[in-house]
């Protein structure tokens, strides 16, 4: 599998991507439900970003799973790495999930809340339907886990080959959209988990040429965005472009940078809390105004992006680190 390998384990262009990444995950995720009234730029912009923001992510974690990743020789191996991932990642995702369902729950009758509570069944939910949960923003780990354990099973199968990964990713884009365990999400990007994969394979041949194109794929992307050739199994289309878009554009050097890298480093926090800080925050507001019109583009806008960017940020800068196993699951 690694033909040419990066040579260190944290490559600060993938931390500055992660960073841009995140950022788009908090822009989507800044109006749950209901729109706010005379806002049609916000929903144009977010489909817009919806149509490629989640597959560059998924190629991300592509990335750093292959970078780490060994298959493994024997069952209880891979059992073991199996429940390291699940240590890994299920904590993190069961918890904020219970925090979630806790929230809404005392605060429905008192705030406006988005996706309510509306029974216990709500709790099965979070585990057998987790893109249709009142947590469905965490559904990414849930699908990351199921990544990583067949992931690392093909891998172990094939003596490492990642080719049977790329096919089986270009076969699933053709698969029935399956709500049950969040497999319709698991078909949708597991081409590009995949990618990552082929990425770190053959990592001097993939940055050489990404060093060169990323120009031309930015002004691809941006021109399929812009004429909403995104539509419908377009979305492929404009996904594929991000990826030396994007990758190529975290690449250079500019203003900013250091913080994405940052970002990038917190995006993981970021993604467990944000909805929590965007949700909180908007309840807040809202009992003092509406969010409709120029209040959404002078307040509310601003206000939840930064919201479910710094508060999660605070979190854990400040206080996780003085409780160990939240601090550990949330790394």
């Known amino acids: 599998m690694a033909l040419d390998k990066p040579p260190a384990l944290r490559l600060i262009d993938i931390d500055r ?129 199921l990544f990583s354990v067949l992931g690392l099973a093909l891998l172990s199968m094939t003596r490492g080959r990642i080719w049977p990964l790329v096919a089986l990713g270009v076969a699933l884009q053709f698969a029935p959209y399956i709500q049950f365990l969040g497999l319709g999400q698991f078909s949708k990007y597991f081409l590009f988990f995949a990618l990552g994969g082929v990425t770190v394979a053959f990592w001097e041949r993939y940055s050489y040429w990404v060093d060169r194109i990323w120009l031309p794929a930015l002004a691809g992307l941006v021109w399929v965005l812009a004429t909403e050739m995104y539509a419908g199994n377009g979305w492929l289309f404009a996904a594929l472009l991000s990826i030396p878009a994007l990758h190529g554009l975290c690449r250079r050097e500019f203003v900013g940078a250091g913080w994405l890298q940052f970002l990038g480093g917190m995006s993981f926090s970021i993604y467990l809390m944000n909805t929590i800080a965007i949700g909180a925050t908007k309840a807040v507001l809202l009992k003092f105004t509406s969010w409709d019109g120029l209040n959404f583009v002078v307040l509310f806008f601003p206000a939840l992006l930064i919201a479910g960017i710094l508060l999660p940020v605070a979190f854990k800068k400040y206080v996780f680190p003085r409780m160990g196993w939240l601090n550990r699951i949330t790394n």
């Open 17 to 145: 991507a992660k960073g841009l990444a995140i950022l788009l995950v908090v822009f989507g995720h800044v109006v749950a439900r209901q729109p706010p009234a005379d806002n049609e730029w916000y929903l144009i912009a977010r489909h817009a970003v919806y149509a490629f923001h989640m597959a560059f992510f998924m190629f991300l974690s592509g990335v750093v799973f292959f970078l780490r990743v060994r298959p493994q020789a024997d069952f209880q191996a891979f059992l073991a790495d199996v429940h390291k991932r699940f240590m890994r990642l299920m904590p993190a995702y069961f918890l904020f999930a219970l925090i979630v369902f806790t929230g809404k729950w005392g605060a429905q009758a008192l705030v406006h809340v988005d996706n309510p509570v509306t029974g216990w069944e709500d709790l099965l939910k979070i585990v057998l339907f987790p893109m249709q949960s009142i947590s469905s923003s965490l559904w990414y780990i849930y699908v990351l886990f």
